[in-house]
């Protein structure tokens, strides 16, 4: 009798549910919905995207006028014409000038913090490489507008400052700083013994790098570059303030260009909600979704490959 | 009658490899190691035991002066490595390292291919002459076949080293070292990553390349050191505390502190 009224006493206790265990259960269905948010966000703004660009891709979009074209007039009031060659242009030469000079910088921040500074220096770049991230990009292109534009026009006896060459300046020095960090954690995951292994036979500290430290990390360094691309490309602000924004194949790092992202940022405000110039606004916002979601989606296969080697 | 003794003593520096003198190390504010005086002869294997944190890692390692890649190390005394004080200061770390190879614990081949692995000290060191892909070629079979391991993988020789097992990761490890002929080879626990086999495998290697090159080995494992060395060392709280011929020192060790250690008292 007794045995039964203890294990009674028992199962009523561990039936019991405390208070910590709603919290428990709580907590976990918060972390859950803010996990999945992140899916339904990107989900529910490609829906929406091309949702409004929709109109335009179904009747009047023809794919060699709209990449083949370089003409940009959608104020044309008898005949507008859509075709962002010229922006693609735009956006192309910007990025790819801004790479040739984030890529050795960047790289070379890496190497230096990751394999030569130790302690407190090692820990003050690093701080200060994440700041360097952290400046927002309308400051980068205030920059480009107020000290760069004068200096270009001054050194190199140029008419217009606001060119390729100081859009590439400012956002390869943007897309720097995420590159750097990307780039050290990969050289840091390169595993230590490897290092030992090139020293004991005698390599130079260089030679170890070179030889054995750069060919065990290039998928994460190329993940780097990679997404240092993608930020060129979807970096708005700055290019809009700093390349001119005028609708011109370039010629020389000279020219002023428009990019795709400041052509939207510019004329959306300005175009009537539905009508053709803002459905072919949207169809730019869908062609650019879908470059940076596929570069950013190789460069963290990329350095997912790495990790599971 | 002087100059005897003199032709003597050289003869008996001749068949030294290694010589530590009043060798004291600190890492920062600790130190590891009190006054290593060490010959360790030429053409033998010698090995190295203790109980952990004794310092037979740190003495190896300050040998090709690995260790100072901590950039904390602090060293007194001196090392001569047949007869040259490698801590002189005209001394070239490149030159030291060529000399003297090592094989650590874990294997630890380069993320290269089997080939890339075994010619990469070589790339490094043998300048002075250029080199067609035959030579290279020989290199590497000669290399591999003194680790008996070339009929194992001369088919795959641009296959990535990582492929191996464990065991012969650890044979390669030891073939890359042979290219530039060192004269030394230091080994730190050069099996305590294999199974059984695996450590058979390579102590008989180990055992083959004696004569040619002179072998000092650290190992956790008392009976390894029996059988797969010529002289013992036992080392205790950073000293040396006993060298002699494994056979004897196993047999009629001459301290208590070798005595109560190899019997398993502590340790």
Not at chain 1, 6 to 35: H, P
Not at chain 1, 232 to 260: C, Y
Not at chain 1, 286 to 298: A, E, K, M, Y
Not at chain 2, 230 to 259: N, R, S, W, Y
Request: hydrophobic share 45%; net charge negative; proline share 3%.
């Amino acid at each position: 009798m007794t045995t039964t009224q203890t294990r009674e006493a028992m199962n009523e206790q561990f039936d019991r549910r405390t208070l910590d265990w709603y919290i428990d259960k709580l907590v976990e269905i918060i972390v859950f919905i803010s996990g999945i948010s992140a899916i339904i966000f990107v989900v529910g703004i490609f829906v929406f995207v091309t949702m409004e660009g929709m109109g335009f891709l179904f009747d009047s979009f023809s794919f060699s006028e709209f990449f083949g074209s370089e003409y940009w007039e959608p104020s044309d009031e008898d005949a507008p014409e859509y075709g962002i060659l010229a922006l693609i242009a735009g956006t192309a030469s910007v990025t790819g000038l801004a790479m040739l000079i984030a890529i050795p910088f960047s790289l070379g921040t890496a190497i230096y913090i990751a394999e030569f500074s130790t302690g407190k220096t090692r820990e003050y770049l690093k701080v200060l490489v994440e700041l360097l991230a952290a400046i927002p990009s309308v400051v980068w292109g205030f920059i480009g507008l107020t000290i760069m534009n004068p200096l270009i026009i001054e050194i190199f006896d140029v008419p217009v400052g606001l060119t390729v060459l100081n859009a590439g300046i400012i956002l390869g020095l943007m897309a720097a700083p995420i590159m750097t960090s990307i780039a050290e954690d990969a050289l840091k995951a390169v595993p230590d013994r490897y290092r030992e292994a090139a020293e004991a036979l005698g390599a130079t500290r260089w030679q170890v790098i070179y030889k054995t430290v750069l060919p065990a990390a290039k998928n994460g360094l190329l993940g780097a570059i990679l997404l240092g691309v993608g930020r060129g490309f979807g970096e708005t602000m700055a290019v809009l303030m700093a390349t001119g924004h005028a609708v011109n194949i370039p010629g020389s790092v000279f020219d002023s260009v428009r990019a795709l992202t400041a052509t939207i940022a510019a004329e959306l405000g300005e175009t009537a909600v539905g009508s053709e110039h803002y459905q072919v606004l949207f169809t730019i916002g869908i062609f650019l979704f879908l470059i940076t979601f596929v570069i950013n989606l190789t460069a963290d296969l990329i350095v997912r490959g790495i990790k599971n080697q | 009658m002087n100059t005897a003794t003199a032709e003597q003593t050289n003869e008996n520096a001749n068949h030294y490899a290694i010589q530590s003198k009043k060798l004291n190390l600190w890492y920062g504010a600790f130190q590891a190691l009190f006054d290593i005086d060490l010959d360790i002869k030429s053409g033998i294997i010698t090995s190295l035991i203790g109980p952990s944190g004794c310092g037979k890692s740190t003495f190896l390692r300050s040998i090709n002066r690995i260790n100072e890649r901590l950039g904390y190390v602090r060293i007194e005394g001196g090392i001569h490595v047949h007869k040259q004080n490698i801590y002189a200061d005209d001394v070239e770390l490149i030159q030291v390292r060529k000399q003297i190879g090592m094989v650590f614990q874990r294997p630890n081949p380069l993320p290269a291919t089997i080939k890339e692995n075994i010619l990469f000290g070589h790339k490094l060191h043998m300048k002075d002459k250029s080199y067609s892909s035959a030579d290279y070629d020989d290199i590497v079979e000669s290399s591999l076949r003194q680790v008996l391991l070339w009929d194992k993988v001369k088919d795959k020789l641009n296959h990535k080293a990582i492929s191996l097992s464990l065991e012969e990761q650890q044979k390669l490890c030891i073939a890359r070292l042979l290219p530039v002929k060192p004269n030394v080879l230091l080994m730190d626990e050069p099996c305590s990553a294999l199974d059984p086999k695996g450590t058979a495998a390579v102590e008989e290697l180990i055992w083959e390349l004696r004569g040619e090159y002179s072998i000092l080995m650290v190992t956790h494992n008392m009976a390894q050191a029996r059988r797969a060395s010529d002289e013992c060392i036992f080392m205790l709280m950073g000293k040396v505390v006993e060298h002699q011929k494994t056979d004897d020192l196993f047999v009629v060790p001459k301290c208590k502190e070798t005595a109560d250690y190899i019997e398993g008292r502590y340790g």
